[in-house]
């Protein structure tokens, strides 16, 4: 069964009493929070007031993907808003390990993600070192966009050197994702699929639609 992080982005958070019971129920293994500042990526991201919100409210793992220029200027206030694990862009940093360290310094998982375009060779060399490798399978911004196919070759590259080295390092990817798209990511070699509006767009509701992505 494949792990499923819901991206919160789209969600209505006026019905997140109805909604985080569901994801809970549903067995999602992780919450993905989208944060960008409008200059990494054209669009402002999930208000992160509404992560401090629910964070007593549920139990479920919390990752923040943060799409912006200064990741390290948002380590501290994402460890006291509850992220269980802070995810930054390769292409938004020159000191990796640096921020690397002072993630984990603050208690938090730490993840790497390329966007679209970026190869995975720029961050094979901190796979030792990281507990998820993102993929963007979309151009990072917004939801709703469709799959980028070509994208799972990175995927397929990164699960052939994890593998070859015997780390324990997830993949995961993000953006476009649905029932059709999953079953090739999974193929691929993904660990974890995040999926925005698959899920909260269902027409079936939010139940079916993580049923349908955990086994595509
Ligand atoms: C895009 C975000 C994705 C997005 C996923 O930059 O990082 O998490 O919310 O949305 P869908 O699943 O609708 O493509």
Redesign the pocket.
């Known amino acids: 069964m494949a792990k499923i992080a819901a991206?919160v982005?789209?969600a209505d958070f006026s019905k997140w009493k109805t909604w985080l019971p569901e994801l809970e129920k549903a067995e999602v293994d992780r919450i993905?929070w989208?944060v960008?500042d409008n200059k990494y990526?054209p669009?402002a991201g999930v208000d992160r007031q509404k992560i401090a919100q629910l964070r007593p409210h549920t139990k479920l793992f919390f990752e923040t993907?943060h799409?912006v220029k200064k990741p390290e200027a948002q380590v501290e206030e994402f460890a006291k808003l509850g992220s269980n694990m802070f995810i930054f862009h390769i292409e938004t940093t020159k000191k990796p390990l640096q921020l690397i360290e002072q993630i984990e310094d603050f208690g938090m998982k730490v993840g790497i993600a390329i966007n679209n375009g970026t190869p995975s060779k720029k961050i094979f060399s901190y796979l030792d070192k990281i507990d998820l490798a993102l993929v963007?399978t979309?151009?990072?911004?917004?939801?709703?966009?469709k799959f980028i196919e070509k994208n799972l070759d990175e995927v397929r590259a990164l699960r052939t050197k994890i593998d070859s080295q015997g780390l324990l390092c997830e993949i995961e990817i993000?953006?476009?994702?649905?029932a059709q798209t999953a079953s090739k990511a999974i193929e691929a070699g993904t660990d974890v699929l995040?999926?925005?509006?698959?899920?909260f767009?269902h027409p079936k509701g939010i139940l079916a639609a993580i049923k349908e992505l955990q086994s595509p």
Request: hydrophobic share 40%; no cysteine.
């Open positions: 991206s982005l789209d993905q989208d960008m990526v669009n993907h799409m963007m979309v151009q990072a911004g917004f939801g709703g966009q993000d953006g476009g994702v649905n995040v999926a925005g509006s698959a899920i767009r």
